[in-house]
């Protein structure tokens, strides 16, 4: 894989960086990353919906008439499906379960194949180092405005942001969180459901490390 420009927080070329083939050049493989993005957002879903069944509706402990010699159709409860006012047969319920299982290694090459595609699409910024001395939304935002003047970031500030960070640093999280979609989250915990969502990937050198030993292990 050819070497990565490297640029630093005024948006300036300061080198290059080496990325693993094995990793950061894997082919597009849009059945796995399907998979697994699907199985996130099932993963994610909590139900809301409930519908009562017949055991939940209030009333009906009162059989409607006698079995026999009415005329009438049998009933046991006013509260039988077939009822007006009675419970739900087959309705959403809140406790039904929509997780599913992701194999470690599928995660994995998932991760690292949403993100090839994006250094190929030129939609990941690599970065020498990110510091932030104060805790301001002004030097946040300068950063973002700077690494605007990158050939093919010009959209930087008015698309979704992913920053991912080697570990939590309070100054960079005050900075950034009140920007317009920005998104800081930590290299280990990077997912493809969270990569595919956002337009823009702003990586440090020492998160991609990060990101080789914790996924490539």
């Known amino acids: 894989m ?4 490297v640029y630093n927080q005024d948006g300036k070329d300061v080198g290059e960086l080496e990325l693993s083939d094995k990793l950061f050049a894997v082919p597009w493989n849009p059945d796995l990353v399907h998979q697994v993005v699907s199985a996130e957002r099932a993963n994610l879903r909590t139900p809301i919906a409930h519908t009562k069944d017949r055991a939940e509706v209030r009333g009906g402990g009162k059989k409607p008439w006698r079995q026999k010699g009415t005329g009438r159709a049998r009933h046991g409860s006013s509260r039988s499906p077939i009822w007006i006012g009675g419970g739900i047969t087959h309705g959403p319920r809140k406790d039904r379960n929509y997780s599913e299982k992701i194999n470690k290694k599928m995660k994995r090459k998932a ?3 949403v993100l090839s595609q994006k250094i190929r699409d030129n939609e990941v910024v690599f970065l ?6 104060q805790a301001k939304t002004k030097i946040g935002a300068g950063i973002l405005k700077n690494l605007s003047k990158i050939k093919g970031f010009e959209n930087v500030i008015a698309k979704s942001v992913i920053v991912a960070v080697s570990r939590p640093d309070r100054n960079i999280q005050r900075a950034l969180r009140n920007i317009k979609n ?3 989250i930590e290299a280990r915990n990077l997912n493809p459901l969270e990569i595919i969502s956002s337009k823009f990937l702003v990586l440090p050198q020492e ?3 990060i990101l080789e030993k914790t996924f490539a292990s």
């Open 2 to 5: 050819p070497k990565i420009k």
């Open 111 to 113: 991760v690292f194949t």
């Open 128 to 133: 020498d180092e990110l510091k932030i001395t």
């Open 182 to 184: 920005v998104e800081l």
């Open 207 to 209: 998160s991609a490390k």
